[in-house]
Each structure stands twice: as structure tokens, then as C-alpha cells.
């Protein structure tokens, strides 16, 4: 399996860039989730790595080898489309063995291996059915069988879970997975929710506007987001506003640490999960604190949610499981380990 | 849809203003059959005399053969023209598209009779008139539009990714025309073919322009004929006209809808 690196990918459309400047290094046999809000230039990048739009300026190697401006017939890359994009007017059996045809594959070769796609994927026997005919989950893995029997140097993924309901999508989720670990393929896959990006993927690029705004483990950006968007696109976070005094930071009067701070007026950021829950008058060593009242306890599935007012203002506290909840109008406390808080530029509201 | 008791009233009506319409056409398959030598209604008695004459009519028979094979070579030029025009206009991104595109569907806006005098003033000095290349010329100004423009919309509808996807799975832009984008564009394929050639077998008034003693498409010769005299022969004409347009209509229908079918 070969390694894909993008340098320097650039993509303007009149005076909206697209694509800036982004560069992104896949490893063979890796999976590299794109993450990002929509219209953040996910699919752009994607088409300009498979060769359907070329892009304005930056580089696209493949094995070390350029193919920014290789057609996409000749480079060889399995694609999934957001809408699939069958082909309506071919059997299953004919859209899977497509990529086949085009290489000149004999008969028996491609009808062998057309069935071995359709096993991979689970759809044995369907073979001569139309695209129409099958459910939206079917045509979803005929799509992926298609763009896998050709042994693409590299998967690409465009949202191709977003048109499922939320049941199949984890079925398929892990099933994508386990296919891409199975055949060890370098696959870049796009997405903008994060639980997709989180279970299916090695690496983690959270993009912001058209650039990569942090690389890393799904772990790293979670735990250490790199800047103010990063920590409210990935995951749940309180964000208080700080106040500077003399030498140090605030919360509503009562002292707060943070590890580095940027200049300007700044934001306390912390997880849910991360906040723990007091006695009010309990002393906390190694905690900066804030007190406040329970307004609201509420059991998310198998969590538990509390919502706790306090002076600098509403946060969430994520308990750990198996702890007994407070009761709702309840005076409590609420700390964190400082290493634990971040704090980012506030911005222009 | 509508109330209780304007359902009839508004069935009599719609049989009404059918009958209407048809009422010349069931006129002219009367007369067809008709024994006498000259066009009475209703006729004293029934033959098929009329039609024996028609197909020993030189001038009528060759104006039929000289419309067929004009009406051939223009639809295959139609779509030999409009079809690569109207994917470069329903897919290309090029300056201008909108400006080309417009020009395309000019002629549709100008009065044939325009059209037929300006090919006339521009074909004479090049000796076009009453040829074969002349007549398709002329015939092609009034087809070309109309294909290029249902194909146009006929590309439009293709999803992008659908062909999108064919490249990525390696096939070059000639084998994804021939694999993906003409199949599924199919049915509006057979409809321009058949709109191409009913269009320029039924086109008269450019051909009276272009046509010459030598070269005269079967609307021609029928103008030619009825001024001389009006008997059934004409109508026995027009029947055979009628059926063979419902002919073609209801084949593409029919290929369309099995197309379709299969299609989506
Ligand atoms: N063909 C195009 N013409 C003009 N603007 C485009 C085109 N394709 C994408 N864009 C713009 O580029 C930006 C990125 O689009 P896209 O890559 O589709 O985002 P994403 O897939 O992350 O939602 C958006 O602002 C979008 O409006
Ligand atoms: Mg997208």
C-alpha cells in the first residue's frame, strides 16, 4: 500500500478560497479522517486528490511520486461518493466489476473477483439486481465494493455514511473499518462528525476554512485542542470568560490557574467530564473551584448530566458513572485540575 | 379534482373540443377511401382506387423518397452536431457558454419564412439550391436548435458524480461517453432522432425556397400538387402521413418508456 502527501493543496473559486494552502501526510495502510464543519473544503480536497477538479496550486504524491496533474483514470483511487453514484442502468454485479472492465481483466478473473467483493461486503447473491432495487445500505456497499475490487492505492470516503439511519451507520462504520484494517488500505476519509472520525480512523485532521487546523490521535485533539475552534468543533466544553487581575486570572473573584495563556481577552475551556462535583464548603486541594446551585439533572442515555450556576457562569458536569447525582436547587461545589483547563482568545461575538 | 357533477359536464366538453380537433382528420380518412374523382362529403361509395393512383405517381413518389433520405442524412447530422454541442454547453465550464448557448437556439426564434429567404440569398451564389447538401443545410437550421436543446437539458439532468465515478474507476473520458453518459441519455437520444426527423420531413417553407425542378421534398410536390387540382389522391396522402407519424411516436414512446424501465 502506498503513502499518499499533499503539499501546499490550494483550490480558489472567484474570491471564496476553497482549499488553502493544506498539506497532509497519509502512511501506508493508515486511515486519516478529515474532519470539519461543512463548506470547510472536505470534498474539495478529496476530488483534487482523486483527480476530478485540479487544483490551483500544491503538489499531490503518491509514493513520492507527483501526480497533481494525472487524470483521475490513471490514478487508480477508489472512491465513494456521497450519493454513490451507481450506475442506474447496470446490475450490481456489472457497476462492481466497472473498475475491472477498464483494466481489461479477463472473464473468469472478473467475475471471481466480482464475487469476492460482494462477499467482502456482504451482498452475495445479489448480483443481478439493479441498483434501484436495493435498500439505501445495500447500494452504500456496492459502492464500496466497486471502489475496493479495483485494490485502489488509496480509499477515499466522501461522507459515506451520512445518508444512513443511525443504526446501519454503526454497523457500517465498523464494518468499513475492519475491511480498511483487514486489507491494510491507505484511505482518506471525509466527515463531519466526529464519532465517524473517532472510531474509524487511525489520525485525526480537524479542518477549519480550508486548512488543517490540528493533526493528531483522536486522544490528542480531545485532551489538547490546539486552538478555540478545535475545542468546540471536537467534543463538549464549558467556556467561561476570564477575567485578568493584577499577576494572575479570574473566575467571577475567585482565583484560577491555566498553563499558557494568549494575550488579549481570553476563555476558560473545560470538558464536562473533566469538571468534578463538591461539597460546597469541601476543601480541594490542587482544584480551582467556583460555587453555585444545581439547576438541572438529566440522564443522557446512560449518562448523567448535571447542570450547575455558578457566578462565572453555567457549567456541565459529566460524573463519572455509578455516582449518586445531587439533587436539583442543591448548593454545591464544582473543581478542576488546572492542568486540565485551557484557556483561548475570545472571539468577536 | 373537480366537484361532484362537474365531472360530466366537463368530460362532454373535453369530447367536444377532441372532436373539434380530429374532425378534419376523420374528414380527410373518409375522403381517402372514397370512389368518386373528386372531393365530395360524404362520399357516394368506397374504394381504394386513390391510394393505387399515389403509388404510381412519379412526382409524389419521388418527392417521398427525396424527403426520406433528406430526413435521414439531417437527423443523423442533428445528432452528430448537437449532441457533443449540447454536453460541451450542459457540462462544460468556458467563458462564453451562456452567450453560445443562446446563439444555439436562435433560429428557433426566427420566422421560417426569414430563415428560407436568407438561405436562399446565401445558397444561390454557392449553387446550393435544389441540391441535397442545400436542402440539409437549410433543414438542419431548424433542427439543430431543437436538438441541442433537449440534450442540453437531457446532459443537465445526469448526475455529475455518476460519471465522476466512472473516471475514478479508470475509465478515460471516450469510454465513460460510451459506457455511462449515452446510455443514460438514451431516451432523450431516440426522442431527438425522431423529433430531428419529423421536423425536417414536415418542414415546407424553407424547402420551397431551396427546392428546384430536380429537387423537391414531398411537401413541395404536395403544394405543387393541390394547385393544380384537389381531388382525393391528397387525402389519401395525408393518411398515410398521419400513420406513419403516430408510427414513429408511439415506437418512441415505447423504446423511451422500456428505456426508462430499465434505466432508473
Ligand atoms: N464548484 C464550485 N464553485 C464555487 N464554489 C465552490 C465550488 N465547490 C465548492 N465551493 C465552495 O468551496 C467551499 C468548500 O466546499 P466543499 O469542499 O464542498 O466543503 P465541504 O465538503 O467541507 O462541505 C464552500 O464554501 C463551497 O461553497
Ligand atoms: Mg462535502
Redesign the interface.
Known amino acids: 500500500m502506498p503513502s499518499l502527501s499533499i503539499q501546499g493543496l490550494t483550490k480558489r473559486y472567484g474570491a471564496t478560497v476553497a482549499v488553502d494552502g493544506l498539506s497532509l501526510d497519509v502512511g501506508a495502510g493508515e486511515a486519516v479522517a478529515l474532519l470539519g464543519p461543512s463548506g470547510c473544503g472536505k470534498t474539495t480536497t478529496l ?1 483534487m486528490v ?3 477538479i485540479e487544483p490551483g496550486d500544491g503538489s499531490i504524491r503518491l509514493d513520492g511520486v507527483d501526480i497533481t496533474r494525472q ?9 465513494v ?1 456521497q ?1 454513490y ?5 447496470m446490475s450490481v454485479s456489472a457497476n462492481v466489476g ?2 475491472l472492465d ?2 481489461g481483466v479477463g472473464r473468469a478473473e472478473r467475475d471471481q473477483r466480482v464475487s469476492q467483493a460482494l462477499d467482502l461486503v456482504r451482498l452475495q447473491g445479489l448480483g443481478h439486481r ?1 441498483p ?1 432495487e436495493l435498500s439505501g445500505g445495500q447500494q452504500q456497499r456496492v459502492a464500496l465494493a ?2 475496493l475490487v ?1 485494490k485502489p492505492a488509496v480509499l477515499l470516503l466522501d461522507e459515506s455514511l451520512s445518508n444512513l439511519d443511525s443504526k446501519l451507520r454503526d454497523a457500517m462504520r465498523q464494518e468499513i473499518r475492519d475491511i480498511q484494517r483487514a486489507l491494510s488500505i491507505t484511505t482518506l476519509f471525509v466527515t463531519h462528525d466526529q464519532i465517524e472520525a473517532f472510531t474509524m480512523c487511525d489520525r485525526i485532521a480537524v479542518m477549519e476554512k480550508g486548512r488543517i487546523a490540528q493533526i493528531g490521535s483522536a486522544r490528542d485533539i480531545y485532551d489538547d485542542p490546539v486552538s478555540r475552534f478545535v475545542a468546540q468543533f471536537v467534543g463538549r466544553a464549558n467556556v467561561l470568560p476570564l477575567t485578568r487581575t493584577g499577576d494572575g486570572l479570574s473566575l467571577a473573584g475567585a482565583p484560577v490557574s491555566v498553563s499558557s495563556v494568549p494575550t488579549g481577552d481570553v476563555d476558560l475551556f473545560i470538558r464536562p467530564q473533566l469538571v468534578k462535583l463538591l461539597a460546597p464548603s469541601e476543601p480541594a486541594s490542587g482544584l480551582d473551584r467556583l460555587t453555585g446551585k444545581v439547576t438541572r439533572v438529566s440522564f443522557v442515555g446512560e449518562r448523567v448530566e448535571v447542570v450547575v450556576d455558578t457566578a462565572a457562569g453555567r457549567i456541565i458536569v459529566e460524573p463519572p458513572a455509578g455516582t449518586t447525582p445531587p439533587d436539583e436547587g442543591a448548593d454545591i461545589g464544582v473543581g478542576w485540575r488546572p492542568a486540565d483547563a485551557r484557556a483561548f482568545r475570545r472571539e468577536d461575538a | 379534482m373537480t366537484g361532484v357533477g362537474a365531472g360530466p359536464v366537463l368530460k362532454v366538453f373535453a369530447a367536444l373540443v377532441y372532436a373539434f380537433l380530429l374532425s378534419p382528420v376523420l374528414i380527410v380518412i373518409v375522403i381517402s377511401f372514397s370512389a368518386d374523382s373528386f372531393i365530395v362529403f360524404p362520399p357516394t361509395g368506397l374504394s381504394l382506387q386513390w391510394y393505387g393512383r399515389l403509388f404510381g405517381h412519379p412526382a409524389l413518389m419521388a418527392g417521398l423518397q427525396f424527403s426520406l433520405v433528406i430526413a435521414v442524412i439531417v437527423s443523423v447530422l442533428s445528432l452528430a452536431l448537437g449532441v457533443p454541442a449540447a454536453y460541451a454547453l450542459a457540462k462544460g465550464n468556458f467563458r462564453g457558454r451562456e452567450a453560445l448557448a443562446n446563439l444555439f437556439l436562435a433560429p428557433i426564434l426566427l420566422p421560417t419564412l426569414v430563415l428560407g429567404l436568407a438561405l436562399l440569398l446565401f445558397f444561390q451564389p454557392l449553387r446550393l439550391t435544389a441540391t441535397i447538401p442545400g436542402l440539409v443545410l437549410g433543414h438542419l437550421c431548424v433542427t439543430l436548435p431543437f436538438v441541442v436543446r433537449m440534450m442540453t437539458t437531457a446532459f443537465a439532468t445526469l448526475p455529475d458524480e455518476v460519471e465522476a465515478a466512472a473516471a475514478t474507476l479508470g475509465a478515460p473520458p471516450w469510454r465513460v461517453a460510451q459506457r455511462v453518459t449515452l446510455p443514460l441519455a438514451m431516451p432523450g437520444l431516440l426522442a431527438a432522432a425522431a423529433l430531428s426527423f419529423l421536423l425536417s420531413f414536415d418542414e415546407t417553407v424553407i424547402s420551397l425556397f431551396l427546392s428546384g425542378p430536380r429537387a423537391s421534398t414531398l411537401p413541395v410536390e404536395m403544394v405543387r400538387y393541390v394547385e393544380g387540382r384537389t381531388d382525393p389522391m391528397i387525402a389519401a396522402l395525408s393518411v398515410l402521413l398521419i400513420a406513419g407519424t403516430l408510427v414513429i411516436v408511439i415506437a418512441v414512446e415505447k423504446l423511451v418508456g422500456v428505456t426508462r424501465a430499465i434505466g432508473r
Open positions: 476530488r482523486a483527480g476530478l487524470p483521475a483514470y490513471r490514478r487508480g483511487m477508489g472512491y461518493f450519493s453514484a451507481l450506475f442506474p442502468h466497472f473498475g477498464e483494466r439493479k434501484k466497486r471502489a479495483i
